[in-house]
């Protein structure tokens, strides 16, 4: 194996991000920034990975890092796909496409000016604020997801507007791909219909798939955890390939994708099994953006990217929040969402170098974007990390005030269950102790791996398996009364017992037979139920009846 | 279309079939690969780049994460006898008939390795399906095939040390496996303190599993040892209880993905057959599907499991498996197996996986256990108006003191010689067998008896002993347990007295016992 081989170069980004991550974890430093860190650290420090598209290293492992990281992307954008019912999209199609829309022209603007006004050119003071208009969609998912708030109003409302940016940038690649191609800025601003066009067509495809093509096959794909995980990500791809051959972005297909599948049963379920593939690849992604930097080409320039920086960090978070606060949300939820979008984005970085390649920009106008998102990334996750440190701080000193959004939070239902029984394993003995807890008027939670099995129960029920540690979150296992598994199967009841009993759940646990029941007894399970020592004992009472033997 | 989105609609296709058919994935995953690679347009498939490596050593490292120790115990010595019997029998047939078509030894001796190694995942699929699991021959199966995999990770470190013969550090490979060694127990060691604290941050597990991947590849790397023996490491540095469970759930979505692509590419990179990789893998077909169940089966009765247990143990190891894909493919990297010996091991194991699916039945079972009986069960005193007893474990011995107490003249039938053998020492009547078989039902003069009661789990076995038993009002009283309402169903419209529910009831019982649920009484009590 050669020192620049795949393997080498992916071991050597794995093993410093997570022992970065490991040693830096406990200062409460945002994974995103550890994994960036390790990228600079590797790269521009020391040298000890080379990913300057083939430049420096090897073309071959260059080519598969940055298709890991594309593909950690589109998985990102389709499990935020994967979140949005369309009852959710209408719910805020209103907030984010005035906010979203008036956010990326009044940013644009003010980072233009404050280029142009710092000595850049017109061009060039043009394609700065632009870059500077858009947020990282990939660090707020991550972000959100990592604190449990991708459901909440203010995380779905800032999706809501990052995927209106990606409409945006779509249009703006659009434009400089033609430019690229063929040198004319008409010719850029012609293919833009088309791209619309291409648009609306995926759109179509989408809803008419989830409205009356792929529910009866994902039911049935939903039954084994393999097929319904291949299926998901063949599904991803197509919309992906598509979208390319429609003149899209292969986030945007991705993202389609995910809606259509958003509207079936198995959503949760596949979205909970993807998440892990997407955080490997989406932390390969980071560590090759932070290897990719150079800051040093960027502080030639550092006036004008200290001014974006502070711009994108303050400026950007307020103009959202006040939109925000125009559509008539509170203050505690617009200033959550502006802080959530206070960085540059990740399409920033291709919007100049595509601009770079077209000789729009120079070198150092390109460099200068580098250092913003560097900055704005890294100060943004952590603000957001300390969101009510810093927000009651700017409440305190009076500076939302003048959002003027109103002071009463939204009323939110809370959907998260407590002192609930959770049972696990819809076999004939599963169904009846569900049965027979409802019927006593617990509140229960059903889980399984077959959502045919979790049909026509008279309890909230949950598609899943319990060996991911996902599945507990979202059944707030750490809240349960009792849990309970009917499972036979042996591994994953023991795995669930030994959570229970780190969370402190009481727990009962179904034994197949006296092996599994002593073992489960020797890792201190309190609740065995041996179903063969039972089935005896039956058994015998049954000779009584039958004047086996006397009674 | 571009490859990523070939792969993943023809992986999509070949799971949908897979699951559909209820055939095992991989087999049907190397077809698709197969029948993308001769569509016209499509260009071969490479199998040996970086990324289906990349997914190779996720492959191993998944492999090794799922041999837990603690799954051994108990089986071990016989889990020993039986794999290393299978291994060399099948490992010396197959370089025999290999060798015989022509073929070089070491090509020869690498053919034979790869048809000694069954399927882990097919293997564990059928166990679980059946609930033998838990069962003796489910976990001696397990702990074959636990060794099996030991044993293919082995050769394919022999087969990878002949590319790196020219490591300039001769002394390294002894290096690189202390380090391994000394991986492996600081892992154990510190692993279910200090990885178990993450559970609750999956997305850092992920990164954790993979930096012990990385690290042990590394290792192997730097000291000359076939990367593969470093992934394999890793899987098992990890394995142990709760670390193994925890770290599975997150693998196995990347196990998924990775395991997609390299199949479906596998099959993309066979070529079509000609007549005479067709008759060497024809030839190779005969001795995992004939040899497998015969070694297996001898070593397994001689080493204590019944007649029966014996067969099906054969039977769901009469396969090759996914090492003998990755050795096909490891040993075509390195020129010691060409396209042919490639091919014609890749059609055995995509064949014999299919065909464990079809054959590995109760139904075949029997027909072999049947066939194979060469005596006739012990002979017991004349009996008549007694009671038949099938099956008596550890949980019916409860109902075995009471049937002794209440001086009910009994015949019990065990498949464990050592429970007969201390029935006999305490005068009760008792035959070596299983509780299902015809003969062992003549010879217990069943057809006599007063009640046959059947602690038997089995569905399959209960139906086949009251096709025999029930049904007749002059039979004897037949009593079977049932787990679920249309079991009870089925059994009860062949004459059974069903004793049902007993999970329900044993569940019942410890809620009650809780005070989550009230008993029977009080909730009939006004």
């Known amino acids: 194996m050669p020192p620049d081989n795949l393997l080498h170069t992916l071991g050597l980004m794995v093993v410093v991000a997570t022992a970065l991550v490991v040693l830096l974890g406990r200062f409460r430093l945002p994974e995103i920034v550890i994994c960036i860190v390790s990228g600079l650290v590797l790269g521009p420090a020391l040298g000890l990975i080379s990913l300057d598209d083939g430049k420096g290293g090897d073309v071959a492992v260059d080519a598969a890092i940055e298709a890991i990281s594309h593909l950690g992307i589109v998985l990102l954008l389709f499990l935020v796909g994967l979140e949005l019912s369309f009852d959710r999209i209408r719910d805020l199609g209103k907030v984010t496409i005035v906010a979203g829309s008036l956010q990326v022209l009044l940013v644009w603007l003010g980072g233009a000016a404050i280029a142009g006004a710092m000595g850049f050119g017109a061009t060039e003071a043009i394609v700065l604020g632009f870059a500077t208009a858009f947020s990282s969609t990939v660090v707020v998912v991550r972000l959100l997801g990592e604190r449990g708030q991708l459901s909440s109003l203010h995380g779905r409302i800032a999706v809501g507007i990052l995927l209106v940016q990606d409409l945006a940038v779509i249009l703006g690649l659009t434009v400089l791909h033609g430019l690229g191609e063929s040198g004319s800025l008409i010719e850029g601003v012609r293919a833009m219909p088309m791209a619309l066009l291409g648009l609306g067509l995926l759109l179509a495809a989408a809803i008419v798939a989830a409205r009356h093509l792929l529910d009866r096959p994902f039911s049935w794909a939903a039954r084994n955890p393999q097929t319904l995980v291949v299926w998901g990500l063949a599904w991803c791809l197509l919309f992906v390939f598509l979208a390319e051959h429609l003149g899209l972005s292969s986030e945007i297909g991705a993202f389609l994708a995910g809606v259509s599948l958003a509207q079936l049963p198995c959503a949760g379920d596949l979205e909970r099994r993807l998440h892990p593939l997407m955080n490997f690849f989406i932390a390969v992604f980071f560590v090759a953006l932070g290897a990719k930097m150079d800051p040093a080409a960027a502080l030639s320039a550092w006036p004008v990217a200290v001014a974006l920086s502070v711009f994108v960090l303050i400026a950007k978070p307020a103009i959202v929040a006040w939109l925000v606060a125009r559509c008539g949300y509170s203050v505690e939820t617009c200033g959550r969402t502006g802080l959530l979008l206070g960085q540059v984005s990740e399409f920033s970085f291709i919007l100049v170098a595509l601009a770079a390649g077209a000789k729009l920009i120079s070198e150092e106008a390109s460099g200068v974007i580098g250092l913003v998102g560097l900055v704005t990334i890294v100060i943004s996750a952590v603000a957001i990390l300390h969101e009510k440190q810093v927000l009651g701080r700017l409440g305190d000193a009076g500076l939302l005030r003048w959002v003027g959004a109103r002071r009463e939070p939204e009323s939110i239902p809370s959907s998260e269950a407590r002192g609930h029984v959770i049972v696990v394993g819809m076999t004939g003995m599963g169904r009846r102790i569900v049965e027979a807890l409802v019927a006593d008027g617990q509140r229960v939670l059903a889980i399984d791996t077959d959502p045919a099995k979790l049909r026509g129960l008279p309890c909230r029920t949950l598609h899943g398996t319990i060996d991911d540690r996902n599945v507990l979150k979202t059944a707030n296992l750490a809240g349960a009364s009792l849990a309970i598994t009917a499972l036979r199967i042996e591994d994953v009841n023991r795995l669930f017992a030994y959570r229970c009993r780190v969370e402190g759940v009481p727990c009962i646990v179904h034994a197949a037979g006296r092996t599994e029941a002593i073992d489960l007894e020797r890792q201190g399970v309190e609740h065995i139920v041996d179903s063969r020592m039972q089935g005896n004992l039956r058994l015998i009472a049954s000779l009584a009846e039958q004047d086996v033997v006397s009674p | ?526």
């Not at chain 2, 010396?92 to 022509?102: E, M, N, S």
């Not at chain 2, 070593?299 to 204590?304: C, E, K, Q, V």
């Not at chain 2, 004459?495 to 019942?508: K, L, M």
């Open chain 2, 1 to 526: 279309m571009n490859d990523a989105t070939l792969l993943a609609v023809g992986a999509a296709a070949g799971v949908a079939v897979a699951q559909w058919t209820r055939l095992p994935t991989i087999p049907i995953l190397v077809l698709v690969g197969l029948l993308i690679s001769w569509a016209p347009g499509i260009d071969s498939i490479a199998v040996d780049g970086d990324v289906p490596r990349l997914a190779l050593a996720y492959l191993v490292f998944a492999a090794g994460l799922e041999l837990e120790p603690a799954r051994l115990v108990g089986s071990l010595g016989t889990a020993l006898r039986v794999g290393i019997a299978q291994f060399v029998v099948v490992g010396a047939l197959g370089t025999l008939v290999a060798a015989g078509f022509g073929i070089d030894a070491a090509a020869a001796a690498a053919i034979g390795v790869g048809l000694a190694g069954s399927s882990t995942i097919v293997g564990v699929r059928l166990l679980i399906e059946r609930g033998q699991l838990a069962e003796t021959s489910g976990r001696v199966v397990l702990g074959v095939l636990l060794l099996q995999d030991l044993l293919m990770v082995l050769a394919l470190a022999t087969i990878g040390s002949i590319a790196t013969a020219s490591t300039p550090f001769r002394a390294a490979p002894l290096v690189g496996g202390g380090l391994l060694i000394v991986v492996y127990l600081l892992l154990r060691r510190i692993g279910p303190r200090w990885i178990a604290a993450y559970d609750d941050r999956p997305s850092n597990m992920i990164l954790i599993a993979s930096t012990v991947l990385f690290i042990c590849t590394g290792v192997a790397f730097y000291t000359g040892l076939p990367l593969l023996v470093g992934a394999f490491a890793a899987g098992v540095s990890l394995s142990a209880f709760p670390i193994g469970g925890m770290i599975r759930a997150p693998i196995a979505s990347i196990g998924v993905f990775v395991s997609a692509i390299f199949f479906v590419a596998l099959g993309g990179s066979i070529e079509v057959p000609s007549p005479r990789d067709v008759l060497l893998a024809g030839a190779l077909l005969c001795v995992v599907v004939m040899a497998t169940p015969l070694a297996v089966g001898v070593a397994a009765l001689r080493s204590g499991l019944s007649r029966r247990e014996s067969i099906e143990a054969g039977l769901l190891l009469a396969q090759c498996g996914e090492f003998t894909l990755v050795l096909a493919v490891l040993g075509r990297a390195i020129g010691v197996l060409d396209q042919t010996a490639f091919s014609a091991l890749s059609l055995v194991t995509v064949i014999s996986m299919m065909a464990t699916s079809l054959l590995a039945t109760d139904r075949t079972a029997w027909w072999l256990t049947g066939r194979l009986s060469r005596r006739r069960p012990e002979a017991i005193p004349p009996l008549k108006n007694h009671v038949v007893l099938l099956g008596c474990g550890r949980n019916s011995e409860m109902l075995l003191e009471l049937l002794v107490v209440a001086k009910v003249p009994l015949v019990v039938v065990d498949r464990d010689p050592s429970v007969v053998e201390r029935l006999r020492d305490r005068g009760i009547e008792s035959i070596c067998g299983e509780g299902s078989d015809p003969s062992i039902l003549e010879a217990t003069r069943a057809v006599r008896a007063t009640a046959v009661i059947s602690t038997m789990r089995r569905l399959a076995d209960n139906l086949r002993l009251l096709r025999r038993l029930g049904g007749d009002d002059e039979g004897p009283l037949v009593i079977v347990r049932a787990f679920f309402d249309a079991d009870t169903q089925r059994l009860s419209r062949l004459g059974a007295e069903v004793v049902s529910e007993a999970e329900v009831g044993a569940a019942e019982t410890v809620l009650v016992a809780r005070g989550v649920l009230k008993s029977r009484a009080e909730r009939q009590s006004p």
